[in-house]
């Protein structure tokens, strides 16, 4: 009985300490509900100053809302009267131009009238030497006599028969009348008149005019023209004026102000812009369309450059300049580059007259050009003929173009086939797959003869498999074209070009926006560095991502091409612990080597924007590495 009281109590103890720990807590909980409650009532305290707050500016607000809506509608009001004033304003200006247009074709009429007396003398003249009719004086002066009826085109002018010099040819001594037909409007004519407005001379006779220099203009003014004029003086400047009073449509860069008033007055294009740009603006990058380029006393090389390998056989050249003592070594150009040119046989009044440009100025493509015209997929390989080296002589340099890939089946394939069919007689294509799993292994299959080295095998990521890739690559030229873009038609040829014009680490052009399969781009993107013009790449500009490098400054990796030289001398490697700017990393470490870049107007890359890529949407998953590597090379700097 007594062990069970024991028992008994010592539970009861047990119980007793269980009830006092849980009052314990209890108190605890309690103290901790009491905190709890003012915090509560806390918030809510502070949650009714929000609310009144919110309620404040949701009225400020809707008063604010109110107050745009009264602006708007005064704005609205406004527009319309401006409208209005705009269109009165417009139909006045339509008045204006017409009057000057009015004014223009009179100005031009008499102009035109003025020279063309001059020039009917002068054929006259020389019709009458021609035939051994100079007796007919009197009917000559009739002809010239402005109180004479005017003569009608092929009118004959019928005469006694002259005497005939026996000293003349077998030809001439059957002669029978002197019945000539004075045909007034002849190529001839047009070019006599031309030349008398380069001279200043309204009394120039068509024999002070040696035969080659009529025929060369005769050539020009036979048929309808387009002509591209740089830098013309008060000479050029009166030729060009005098060719488009003929009907040639004539563009104009870098005129002075005071000549551009005289010569918009005949039609001429004024551009303001420099050469590059407008080529792009209006993607006419291959300037063999135009049959004449006129060059005054003191173009830029800039523009020379431009012009080189993007003419055609056809093309006349009429420049004061003399080109052979043109100096290219302060603009990066190579030195043979005017070389080429000899001194001019064919002259006139200061003007240096060429049939067509030296061999090595041509545009080696432009047989080539028109049978690739941007094929829609399949494309399809033309048969074209390759010109065996470069315009210059060389050879045409390697260039070593690699393609790293993983799974991208959907779209290696005209990767693939825009660099093969480049048609590029000394390319070096390497292919790098990290064992894709689509149907890309057999893709590659269809083309494995024609690769220099296709590697199938596991990579730690893209940046590995491009050392693999540069690693076995011998070329002297070096780029990388990613699995989804492509290049356009003949890209190869225009870098291999440009490389051999100037005198340069990097050549970079533009890039083809293109939306997914679209054939037709939404864009074609140029950086901001000037149009062919070797210049350093800016170190300051591509560390700047906020000004510059974001807000496409500069250029897409695909389109940039590198001398073997400038990949050794910056490392020869991209970083492999990069997932996103190994390219941006390089150009940063490329322009702290020293690179010198040239921007050239064709685009090179049709650059394809779609889901799967890796840069693709809006939250821009690569700014976070792409300032981590910024931020290390202001580091350094420093």
Wanted: aromatic share 10%; charged share 20%; with cysteine.
């Amino acid at each position: 009985m007594l062990e069970k009281l024991d028992t008994a109590n010592r539970s009861l103890a047990e119980t007793q300490q269980q009830v006092n720990y849980l009052a314990f807590q209890n108190s605890n909980l309690l103290d901790n509900l009491a905190a709890t409650q003012q915090e509560v009532e806390k918030l809510k305290s502070i949650n009714l100053k929000f609310q009144n707050r919110v309620a404040i500016y949701s009225q400020t607000l809707n008063e604010l809302n109110f107050h745009n809506f009264q602006i708007k509608q005064h704005n609205a009001e406004l527009k319309n009267q401006l409208n209005v004033q705009q269109e009165n304003l417009n139909s006045k200006y339509k008045k204006i131009d017409a009057l000057q247009e009015k004014i223009n074709s009179l100005n031009a009429s008499v102009e035109t009238l003025q020279i063309g007396r001059v020039a009917f003398k002068q054929v006259i003249k020389s019709l009458l030497r021609k035939t051994k009719t100079e007796k007919l004086l009197t009917i000559y002066k009739k002809l010239v006599n402005k109180s004479s009826s005017n003569l009608e085109e092929n009118q004959e002018i019928i005469s006694p028969k002259p005497e005939l010099d026996t000293s003349s040819v077998e030809e001439e001594s059957r002669v029978e009348s002197a019945s000539v037909k004075v045909n007034l409007i002849s190529d001839s004519t047009e070019a006599l008149i031309v030349l008398r407005g380069v001279t200043f001379n309204n009394e120039l006779d068509i024999q002070d005019v040696s035969e080659e220099p009529l025929r060369f203009f005769s050539e020009i003014v036979s048929k309808p023209s387009q002509i591209l004029c740089i830098s013309p003086d008060a000479r050029m400047a009166s030729l060009i004026q005098a060719l488009a009073y003929g009907g040639a449509e004539v563009f104009c860069f870098a005129c002075s102000p005071n000549l551009a008033i005289s010569l918009q007055t005949v039609g001429v294009k004024m551009i303001w812009q420099d050469l590059g740009s407008w080529m792009v603006e209006t993607q006419q990058t291959n300037l063999s369309e135009f049959d004449v380029v006129c060059l005054g006393q003191n173009p830029s090389l800039v523009d020379w450059a431009l012009l080189h390998n993007r003419l055609s056989n056809n093309t006349k050249i009429i420049t004061q300049a003399d080109v052979q003592a043109l100096n290219p070594k302060d603009f990066n150009l190579h030195q043979s580059l005017f070389k080429s040119w000899e001194v001019s046989n064919l002259t006139f009044n200061g003007l240096k007259l060429y049939d067509s440009p030296p061999s090595n100025w041509k545009d080696p493509l432009d047989i080539i050009s028109p049978l690739h015209q941007y094929q829609q997929w399949p494309w399809h390989d033309p048969n074209i003929r390759i010109p065996s080296t470069l315009p210059s002589g060389k050879p045409w340099p390697k260039i070593s173009v690699v393609t790293v890939t993983f799974n991208q089946g959907k779209y290696i394939e005209e990767t693939i086939r825009s660099i093969l069919q480049q048609n590029y007689p000394n390319l070096e294509y390497i292919l790098i797959d990290a064992c894709s799993t689509d149907n890309t292994h057999e893709i590659l299959g269809r083309y494995k003869d024609q690769f220099a080295h296709c590697i199938i095998e596991p990579d730690k990521g893209q940046s590995d498999a491009l050392n693999k890739g540069f690693s076995l690559a011998t070329g002297d030229i070096l780029a990388w074209l990613n699995s989804d873009d492509c290049y356009v038609p003949d890209s190869l040829f225009r870098v291999a070009l440009a490389f051999d014009r100037y005198v340069t680490d990097m050549v970079a052009g533009g890039v083809q926006l293109r939306e997914d399969f679209c054939p037709t781009p939404f864009k074609v993107h140029h950086s901001k560095l000037p149009f062919g013009e070797v210049v350093p790449l800016p170190t300051e500009q591509l560390l700047d991502l906020d000004k510059c490098w974001q807000q496409g400054h500069f250029f897409y990796q695909p389109e940039v091409f590198w001398t073997r030289e400038l990949w050794e001398r910056s490392g020869g490697k991209v970083l492999e612990d990069l997932f996103y700017s190994m390219d941006y990393e390089l150009w940063v470490r490329m322009s702290v080597n020293q690179a010198k870049i040239v921007h050239i107007p064709e685009p090179l890359v049709a650059y394809r924007v779609h889901e799967k890529q890796k840069t693709y949407g809006d939250d821009i998953p690569f700014l976070p590495e792409l300032t981590s590597v910024r931020d290390q090379f202001l580091s350094i700097d420093r």
